[in-house]
């Protein structure tokens, strides 16, 4: 078996320098290997087209069929080698050799049509774009020469006195497609610094979102040290993107430990700031034994006054406190999306009436005393979105949530769903054990 690595590439990159008003700036492109044959295939069907018309039509002129079909030859030869980069991609540096046989061939072509009376001279335009592009100032130089050479060739074959009026012409014609040249080659240029400045754009927000992932990584508790022997305690955050709007978060109380599970709306690096503020204002409770109170003053925190009603901006958020003697006191901030699996395998949620933080203005807490064995299961409504994301996916989850006693195997299996596919939303899950 041949690895890619194996494989020619397809494509031939290209670097230049050019300057603009901060400096010089290194410009990089990629042609494809097959570009050129596309080009040089329009190139030929015009050169054939054209040779083919002259000779059955009646108002076509065919002054030299020799030398006319001689040009059709050329652009024949020049399709066959402008299909050897599609072949063998490492022939890429010798593309530009194609359309110089195309002006040799359209000049044989001019000068079998009817010479200055030919319609087809226009068709010399392609070949020159063609050149000009291409990056750097002299791709103007060459295909002005490639464009004098194929209007004088007919002159080279069949010397005779022209008149001033036609080296007039041929003089205004060549100029006018040398600036066809420089504006090809500007306009090209113009279009490699806007896709370089894109480019480092690109690069500098795709370095700050990694930035900002490493951040919001590290802000995930990664060890259980400190929380008291009567709990465990796990979970999992999945982003759908390189920054999510989900968190989850424990840790030690005077009497016992604090867990938190917290979805931003939205996703991206807003909703992961949000979440981070959520995390940091929970926390600053520590020494707080209602958790209702944790939820108010992150509400308290991230208010910006009237215009929270209007910003469509809110966080759904479940905290419990966990005391060693298994008493749980805890505050369903709109989530709706909390487990209680008993030690006998029966399921019940944890819920309440409240509004999500950034929308509500009060919360009050529940008490729940859990007994050995007991698993408080609270996820985000991505994980609902691995279990079909319809109206009974929640009763689906119930069901494989009763089936798993281990709080490792709920947070295992969820992450195994969700790296078996796309999930377009993130996927979070915290689990807490009471094992006295």
């Keep these: 078996m041949t690895s890619t690595a194996d494989r020619p590439s397809s494509t031939r990159t290209w670097t230049t320098t050019v300057r603009d008003d ?36 009646p108002w076509l002129l065919v002054t030299s069929a020799p030398w006319m079909w001689t040009g059709v030859a050329i652009a024949v030869a020049a399709l066959a ?28 072509l001019r ?10 001279t226009t068709i010399v335009v392609l070949p020159l774009i063609w050149v000009a592009a291409n990056p750097g100032r002299w791709n103007v130089l060459w295909p002005v020469l490639g464009t004098a050479g194929a209007l004088l060739l007919p002159y080279l074959i069949a ?27 500007e306009l090209a240029r113009q279009a490699s610094l806007q896709l370089a400045a894109v480019q480092r754009r690109r690069r500098v927000a795709e370095g700050e979102i990694d930035r900002a992932a490493l951040v919001q990584q590290s802000l995930l508790p990664t060890t259980t040290a400190g929380l008291p022997d009567e709990v465990r305690a796990v979970g999992v955050c ?9 968190f989850y978060d424990w840790f030690a109380t005077p009497g016992g430990a604090a867990f938190t599970l917290g979805d931003v709306m939205g996703k991206g690096v807003g909703a992961g700031m ?58 369903d901030a709109g989530h709706g999306l909390t487990l209680l699996r008993g030690a006998d395998g029966s399921v019940r949620p944890l819920r309440s009436g409240h509004l999500p933080i950034g929308v509500g203005t009060s919360w009050t807490a529940e008490d729940t005393l859990l007994v050995p064995g007991d698993v408080i299961v609270a996820v985000s409504d991505g994980v609902l979105d691995l279990f079909g994301g319809d ?13 798993r006693p281990d709080p490792q195997q709920v ?7 969700a790296h078996a596919g796309e999930h377009p939303d993130d996927v979070t899950v915290l689990c807490v054990a009471y094992r006295p």
Excluded at 411 to 417: C, R, T
């Design 274 to 331: 949000i979440a981070a503020a959520v995390r940091s204002l929970i926390r600053s409770t520590v020494d707080e034994t209602d958790p209702a109170v944790a939820v108010r003053r992150a509400a308290t925190g991230l208010a910006t006054g009237a215009a929270d009603l209007t910003s469509g901006q809110f966080t759904t958020c479940f905290h419990v406190r966990v005391d060693r003697d298994g008493h749980a006191r805890w505050v």
């Design 81 to 108: 080698a402008a299909a050897v980069p599609a072949r063998w991609p490492g022939t890429m540096r010798l593309e530009l050799l194609v359309p110089a046989l195309d002006f040799f061939a359209i000049g044989l």
């Design 159 to 185: 010397p005779t006195e022209a008149q001033g009026s036609e080296f007039v012409r041929l003089f205004t014609v060549v100029i006018v497609f040398g600036a066809t040249a420089a504006v090809t080659n």
């Design 391 to 403: 109206l009974d996916s929640l009763d689906r989850f119930e069901a494989w949530v009763a089936e």
């Design 238 to 246: 999945i982003p759908a993107r390189t920054v999510g709007g989900d």
């Design 22 to 57: 901060t400096g010089p700036i290194v410009l990089a492109g990629i042609r494809t290997s097959w570009a050129p044959l596309a080009k040089q295939t329009l190139i030929t069907a015009l050169v054939v087209g054209a040779a083919v018309a002259s000779s059955l039509s």
């Design 411 to 417: 947070v295992a299996g969820i992450a195994d769903l």
């Design 111 to 120: 000068y079998g049509t009817g010479d200055s009376r030919s319609v087809f």
